[in-house]
């Protein structure tokens, strides 16, 4: 019992700095023209997507919380060399902050941030294969992340690290389930110049889908299918966002206050697959602030960790997108995405001595996908969005599958703290395997987000 006390009263002292800065009420910065350095950090607090959260804006800035070495992080840690986006809008929120390297911590310290939403929602799918049932289904889920950023700094170089604690409000998946990591990485370079960076982490975002859509809603997953997944925009899942098993390394340049370079490397266990993988992602960002044109290119060649099988993949494609912002009150981009697919299966059984499986007619595809999105401040604190988004596969077995997605979202900012965001959708699936009848699915959804930054 003693042992059991001395173990918690350890767990709680360890514990006290990060509560002490949940619970403290501290506001974010107020907007102001931006610094005349072209390298200054960004006077707006920025958020990134859901990975990358800082506080909204408010009234006046105070100075950051802090308790011994943990530290809140101030709106400097969210830079913007460049306009990000209209405040409060998708690409304000947009992950990675359009390549400017984050959170800008030049100090030895330990910085503390994070956001938390709830999503209460409604879907409906209707399905054109009589085998599979339609579906009706009501969401309350949610997620919370808290991040820690220990930084050390001499001069102007650096070393940091960073994680992100997860937590899952999802019912439906049992424990330890509801409990994960997000960002895990380590990072060294020169402050606003050069950085190489390895672990857990997204790469370069490029193509972007605007207030709706966001990752592990309903609207994201659009027409869902049983017998076979509707087509998704190529690259994202496989390499530009984080993967189970799979870590990164990348090489990171910033020349000039515009431009933004990524050299990522890919290396490991790609659980979702099954079978090891190598590859690699070149992506450049020119942002200009009102104008941002953004382009991407990757290669990925994935093989068995069982000497057994002859199974073989290789992924190659690349994206671009080209967003306008009319800062305050407009902002738009489109999207462009295409990517060939080649697999091998497991065994081959024309020849057994063959180094390569069976060539999977189903499994190798092409595919081509496009979108845009447009975003409008309505009021101070009001923001209308929509937008839409195609993908066009087809496989070498003749078979053909489309999936188009549109959403329309109003979000109001209370109290310049708390994000209340409502988005509606529709999507439509066609699914046309070779050799088989077609069929279609059509799903409608609509959810509410509660969203609190710090």
Known sequence: ???????????????????????????????????ADPFAEGSAPAAA????????????QPKPSSLGPFERLPSTAYPEWTTRGLTGGSLWFSGNMHGMPWPYYPKTGIGVSGYAWLDTGYETITRGNPAEPNIKYLLSQGRAVLRVTPTYTNGDLYVQAQTEFVGNKDQTIAQPNVADIDDLWIRIGQWKQWDVQVGRFEAFEVYHFGMGMDLNTLER???????????????????????????????????????????????GFDAATGIDTIGGRGAA????????????????????????SKERRIERGGAGAAQIVLNPTVEAGVNFAYGLI???????????????????????VTDLDFGGFLNVRVAEDLIVGGGGNYNQETDLAAGRFSHLQAFGAIQYLVFKQLFVKFVGSYARAELEPGGSPPWHNTMVSGRLRLMYLF
């Open 1 to 35: 019992m003693k042992a059991s006390m001395t173990s918690l009263g350890r767990a709680v002292l360890t514990s006290a700095p990060l509560l002490y800065l949940l619970v403290s009420n501290v506001a974010g910065a107020q907007e102001t023209p931006p610094a």
């Open 49 to 60: 997507s859901a990975a990358n959260a800082a506080p909204p804006p408010a009234a006046e």
């Open 221 to 267: 997953n659009g027409a869902a299918d049983e017998r076979r997944a509707a087509p998704d925009v190529y690259g994202l899942k496989d390499i530009t966002y984080r993967q189970n098993g799979v870590g990164n390394v990348a090489v990171h340049a910033y020349p000039l206050k515009f431009l933004r370079l990524e050299a990522l490397g890919q290396f």
């Open 285 to 308: 960002v020119v942002d200009l602030g009102w104008f941002k044109l953004k382009g991407e290119g990757d290669y990925r060649r994935q093989f068995p960790v069982s000497s057994a």
């Open 342 to 364: 080649d697999h091998w299966n497991p065994q081959n059984t024309v020849d057994p001595n063959a180094t390569l499986g069976d060539l999977d007619t189903t499994g190798s």
